[in-house]
């Protein structure tokens, strides 16, 4: 009950209500933010980034040169954990993304994943979507990644068509909509050549919009493009 009441009212609840956790419904402690302890320590790691030439490398070969590609957890339909990304997408709590991802940071520093990367940018938001959501959600997730290695966050693309249904449209068909959804903001050039850029986003499911998104930034002369996203599908 808590949870609807707290989506209705928005990130105003925050101060009025008991905080839960999205996944489990539990009252978080004092010392908790956004997930309590118990489902932060059951996420449902991917680790792509420990291995070479992972799952989400072979899923974007052939399709756009990228240097590395990982997800911070596994996305399931219906999965507790899937909450995760609904409130971040959809019910106003994008700020808990932004805290998930500088934590992915210190989690796979290990790997060595984010060494080399100069920049971080994000998959954008339609203007009449954003209008609708007043957020982009992969915006937030970029900028925890950008805050927690102390590097810029630079607006890089926009979306010049809001997403249109896709699902009765052959692969081909798909692919050409897809691309031109997306343009390079024409300032960030200068500021991108010869970077190392992250892009991120909130879901690999396709890699459809990542592969339109890394290409164009690809087209940057000198420019080497990695991926994150919070969360992935099971790929093939
Ligand atoms: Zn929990």
């Given at each position: 009950?808590?949870?609807?009441?707290?989506q209705?009212?928005?990130?105003?609840?925050?101060?009025?209500?008991?905080?839960?956790?999205?996944?489990?419904?539990q009252?978080l402690?004092?010392?908790?933010?956004?997930?309590?302890r118990?489902?932060?320590?059951?996420l449902?790691?991917?680790?792509?980034?420990?291995?070479?030439?992972?799952?989400?490398?072979?899923?974007?070969?052939?399709?756009?040169?990228?240097?590395?590609?990982?997800?911070?957890?596994?996305?399931?339909?219906?999965?507790?954990?899937?909450?995760?990304?609904?409130?971040?997408?959809?019910?106003?709590?994008?700020?808990?993304?932004?805290?998930l991802?500088?934590?992915?940071?210190?989690?796979?520093?290990?790997?060595?994943?984010?060494?080399g990367?100069e920049?971080?940018t994000?998959?954008?938001l339609?203007?009449?979507?954003?209008?609708?959501?007043?957020?982009n959600?992969?915006?937030?997730?970029?900028?925890?990644?950008?805050?927690?290695l102390?590097?810029d966050?630079i607006?890089?693309?926009k979306?010049?068509?809001?997403?249109?249904?896709?699902?009765?449209?052959?692969a081909?068909?798909?692919?050409?909509n897809?691309?031109?959804?997306?343009?390079?903001?024409?300032?960030?050039?200068?500021?991108?050549?010869?970077?190392?850029?992250?892009?991120?986003?909130?879901?690999?499911?396709?890699?459809?919009t990542?592969?339109?998104?890394?290409?164009?930034?690809?087209?940057?002369?000198?420019?080497?493009?990695?991926?994150?996203?919070?969360?992935?599908a099971?790929?093939?």
């Amino acid at each position: 009950m808590w949870k609807t009441i707290r989506q209705w009212l928005g990130a105003a609840a925050d101060v009025a209500l008991p905080r839960v956790c999205p996944v489990c419904g539990q009252t978080l402690d004092s010392d908790e933010q956004w997930l309590c302890r118990q489902c932060l320590a059951k996420l449902p790691r991917t680790r792509y980034e420990d291995t070479t030439f992972n799952t989400m490398e072979q899923h974007f070969a052939g399709k756009v040169p990228i240097e590395r590609a990982t997800a911070y957890f596994f996305y399931e339909k219906g999965s507790p954990f899937a909450s995760i990304l609904h409130d971040i997408k959809y019910h106003g709590m994008p700020r808990m993304g932004q805290w998930l991802t500088a934590r992915a940071v210190r989690d796979m520093a290990a790997s060595g994943f984010f060494d080399g990367i100069e920049v971080v940018t994000a998959v954008p938001l339609h203007r009449s979507k954003l209008a609708q959501r007043g957020y982009n959600q992969s915006e937030y997730l970029a900028r925890g990644i950008a805050q927690a290695l102390g590097i810029d966050y630079i607006e890089a693309l926009k979306a010049t068509r809001p997403h249109s249904t896709q699902t009765h449209k052959g692969a081909m068909e798909r692919w050409l909509n897809i691309q031109g959804n997306y343009a390079l903001k024409e300032k960030s050039i200068s500021q991108l050549r010869g970077k190392h850029i992250l892009l991120v986003d909130d879901v690999v499911t396709t890699g459809s919009t990542l592969t339109a998104c890394a290409d164009l930034l690809k087209s940057i002369p000198g420019a080497n493009v990695s991926l994150f996203t919070l969360a992935a599908a099971r790929l093939e």
